[in-house]
């Protein structure tokens, strides 16, 4: 029978670019409104912010034990960019877990999330830096972050579904590389480096929504929602400027669409296939979406009308090449 909804939807864009807000409006459409005009499903998120942000948690704890960093020398980009595979490969667990509803009741989350990140990075090609700790570091760090890790279990777990008809699993990430590169982008920069990160699985049913903004505007926007109180939160978290300029001063989205085989998708060599990822981009330069943050009983009608447009003949390309 003809896929009437997307089976993976891969949300990406810069950071503050309005993923969070387009998965906002989503989640606040009706089911039957968002399968026929937008053709996705019950929405089912994965997001590798999470990730990012429990990585900075154990750096800082870490670092106020007085122990070396692992992950981030501070408030600039990654010590090693194989994390962005490491990113991935999360995502790629997180997804297998959510098909098979893999329910996990470990005897400590904490525990549970250093040995995924160490296996993450693996995967990547980096060698394990949690279970290297002492002993004693890693019971106290365990301790202090068991309280959020279980509160991201509990939450992933809390999706799972009874059944996956008409649902659409949507993937939400950002990568990007420096201020002024020039393209291709090089190294573990770029979703030239993540999407063949992405195991087959996702690639051979995965469509790309692209929320497109500047650089500039990207940074404008991410100062804007920054809310030093919520820095956990996918709607309100801050991305340091160090960061901002270092990983996201440019993307290479743009590069990719005119590198590819066919006409509205990307083409992915991975795995020892290609992979033709249909493509739909969303125009947020001038912003549009901002005004999602809000609850929805504040939401301009005009507005709306604008970003549900806009939306819809992204999803309408997408669907138009999908298979």
């Not at 106290?140 to 008409?166: C, D, G």
């Not at 009608?301 to 298979?323: H, L, P, Q, S």
């Amino acid at each position: 029978m003809e896929n009437k909804v997307f089976d993976i939807v891969l949300l990406m864009a810069l950071p503050a670019s309005g993923k969070s807000e387009v998965r906002n409006f989503m989640a606040n459409i009706s089911p039957e409104r968002l399968a026929s005009e937008f053709h996705i499903g019950e929405n089912l998120q994965l997001d590798d912010f999470p990730y990012v942000h429990m990585m900075r948690r154990i750096d800082n704890e870490l670092q106020a034990m007085g122990e070396e960093r692992i992950f981030y020398p501070g408030e600039e980009p990654f010590i090693d960019g194989r994390d962005w595979g490491t990113l991935c490969c999360l995502l790629n667990e997180d997804y297998h877990d959510l098909l098979n509803r893999n329910v996990c009741k470990p005897d400590s989350a904490a525990k549970l999330l250093f040995e995924r990140i160490d296996r993450a990075g693996e995967q990547a090609g980096i060698s394990p830096r949690l279970g290297l700790l002492k002993d004693s570091i890693r019971e106290k760090l365990a301790s202090i972050l068991e309280k959020e890790a279980a509160e991201m279990l509990a939450e992933k777990q809390a999706q799972y579904p009874e059944s996956f008809e008409n649902k659409t699993i949507v993937i939400e990430c950002a990568r990007g590389g420096p201020d002024g590169s020039s393209m291709p982008l090089t190294g573990t920069f770029g979703y030239q480096y993540s999407l063949p990160m992405f195991c087959p699985e996702i690639l051979e049913k995965a469509v790309v929504l692209y929320i497109w903004v500047t650089p500039e505007e990207s940074r404008r926007k991410n100062a804007d929602r920054a809310d030093p109180n919520d820095p956990g939160s996918n709607l309100h978290h801050g991305v340091p400027m160090a960061v901002m300029l270092g990983d996201y001063g440019c993307d290479d989205m743009e590069y990719l669409t005119q590198q590819t085989e066919q006409k509205d998708t990307l083409t992915v060599s991975a795995h020892g296939n290609t992979y033709h990822l249909p493509i739909g981009i969303f125009d947020n330069r001038v912003d549009k979406t901002s005004f999602l943050r809000e609850t929805p009983d504040r939401w301009d009608e005009e507005k709306v009308k604008v970003v549900t447009a806009g939306i819809r003949t992204a999803t309408d390309t997408m669907f138009a090449n999908y298979k």
